[in-house]
C-alpha cells in the first residue's frame, strides 16, 4: 500500500477540519457510538510501509545473478503478495533460483531497509489524530502479519493505535481482490459502504 504525500496531506486537512471544528461536527464525522452511528475507518491512511523499498532492494540483490534492476513488470507485481511478486521476477530477469530460494535470500536486504524508513509528512500526526478522536483504523497489507508488525516496530507507537492489523498470509487472495479489505470490515464490525480505503493496487 503506497500513500504519495499529497494524499497524506489532503487526508489530514481534510481530517482534521472535519473532525475537530466543532462538538456537532464531530458526533457526525467520527460516529460516536452514542449517537448510534457507525465509525467511519480509514485503512492503511498515512503507512507508507513498501514504496521505493523493493526497486532499492532489488538494484542491490539482482547483481547477485549479475542483473541490473530496470523496472520490467513493477506495474503487473503492483499490491501482489510477496510469493507472487518474488515468482514474477524470477520470470522477469530469468533468475535460477526457485521462489523459496529467493525468498530466503532477499529477506536480510528488506530488513535492513525496514529499519531506514522514514514515514512520510504528516503521517504520524494523521495515525495519532484519528486514533485520539476515536476513529478505528485497519491496517490491511498483502505482506505476512510478522513482516508487518516487523515494518511498524520501527514507528513507535503505531502498532497499537491500529484497531486491526491483518497480512496478505490470513486471506486466501491478495490484493488486487478485495478480500483483506473486507475481513478487515468484518473485525472492525462496519459497513464496508461506511469507510474509506486508500490504496494503489489496481
Given amino acids: 500500500m503506497v ?3 499529497g494524499v497524506v496531506q489532503w487526508l489530514l486537512e481534510t481530517l482534521v477540519s472535519r473532525v475537530v471544528s466543532s462538538p456537532s461536527e464531530r458526533d457526525l464525522t467520527c460516529g460516536r457510538k452514542d449517537l448510534g452511528r457507525s465509525y467511519p475507518a480509514i485503512y492503511h491512511p498515512a503507512l ?5 523499498v523493493v526497486e532499492d532492494v532489488l538494484k542491490v540483490f539482482l547483481v547477485k545473478y549479475g542483473q541490473q534492476w530496470d ?3 513493477t506495474l503487473n507485481r503492483t ?3 510477496p510469493i507472487e511478486a518474488a515468482a514474477s521476477i524470477i520470470e522477469d530477469y530469468g533468475l535460477p533460483c526457485t521462489t523459496e530460494e529467493f525468498m530466503t535470500d532477499i529477506a536480510p536486504f528488506f530488513s535492513d531497509c525496514w529499519s531506514k524508513m522514514v514515514a512520510l509528512p504528516g503521517a504520524d500526526r494523521l495515525i495519532k489524530h484519528l486514533h485520539n478522536h476515536g476513529v478505528p483504523i485497519a491496517l490491511a497489507s498483502n505482506s ?7 515494518k511498524l516496530s520501527y514507528h ?3 502498532k497499537g493505535k491500529f484497531s486491526v492489523i491483518i497480512g496478505g498470509d490470513e486471506v486466501r487472495e491478495g490484493k488486487p481482490s478485495p478480500e483483506i479489505f473486507l475481513e ?3 473485525k472492525l464490525n ?3 459502504s461506511s469507510y474509506l480505503v486508500v490504496e494503489d493496487s489496481l
Fill in 184 to 186: 478487515a470490515a468484518k
Fill in 190 to 192: 462496519a459497513d464496508p
Fill in 3 to 5: 500513500v504519495v504525500p
Fill in 71 to 73: 523496472g520490467r513488470g
Fill in 48 to 52: 507508507q510501509m513498501d514504496s521505493g
Fill in 79 to 81: 499490491g501482489k503478495a
Fill in 156 to 158: 513507535h507507537g503505531w
Fill in 144 to 150: 505476512p502479519k510478522p513482516s508487518i508488525e516487523t
